[in-house]
C-alpha cells in the first residue's frame, strides 16, 4: 500500500512531492469514508477490503490523479517563483526590505494553501 500512495506523489521538489501527496491523501480519505459509509448503510457482506485501499485504487485509475498532480505541480512552481523575487534597489532600508520580503512570503504561502484547498474540492472523487 505504501508504494501505491507515495507513487501519487513525484515532482521535482520535495515541496512538490508533499503538496501532491497531502492533497491526494485528502481526496481518498474523502471518498474511503463514503465507500465506508456506504458499505455500511447496505450491509456489504462482500468479500471486505478496507475502504481506504478501494478509494486509493480508484483514485489512482482515475483522471484526477492526474489533473491533481498537474495543477498541483504549477501551483508549487508559482510558489517558489513568489518566493524568489527579492526587493530590487540599493537605497532601501533594511527593516524595510525585511517587513516587505515577510508579508511577500506570507501572501505566497497564503495563495498556495488556496489553491491547494481549491484543487482538492475541485477534483474530489464522485460518491459511490
Do not use: C
Not at 94 to 123: G, N, P, V, Y
Amino acid at each position: 500500500m505504501r508504494s501505491k500512495l507515495f507513487s501519487v506523489a513525484y515532482g521535482s521538489s520535495p515541496l512538490e512531492n508533499i503538496v501532491q501527496l497531502i492533497s491526494a491523501v485528502v481526496i481518498i480519505f474523502e471518498h474511503s469514508f463514503y465507500i465506508f459509509d456506504k458499505r455500511r448503510y447496505l450491509q456489504d457482506q462482500q468479500e471486505f477490503v478496507p475502504s481506504f485501499y478501494v478509494a486509493l485504487e480508484q483514485y489512482i485509475l482515475s483522471p484526477h490523479a492526474t489533473a491533481v498532480r498537474e495543477a498541483v505541480s504549477l501551483a508549487v512552481h508559482a510558489y517558489q517563483e513568489a518566493m524568489k523575487i527579492s526587493v530590487q534597489g540599493k537605497i532601501i532600508a533594511w527593516m524595510a526590505k525585511l517587513l516587505f520580503e515577510r508579508s511577500q512570503e506570507e501572501k505566497a504561502k497564503a495563495e498556495l494553501t488556496k489553491t491547494i484547498l481549491e484543487i482538492s474540492l475541485i477534483h474530489r472523487l464522485p460518491r459511490p
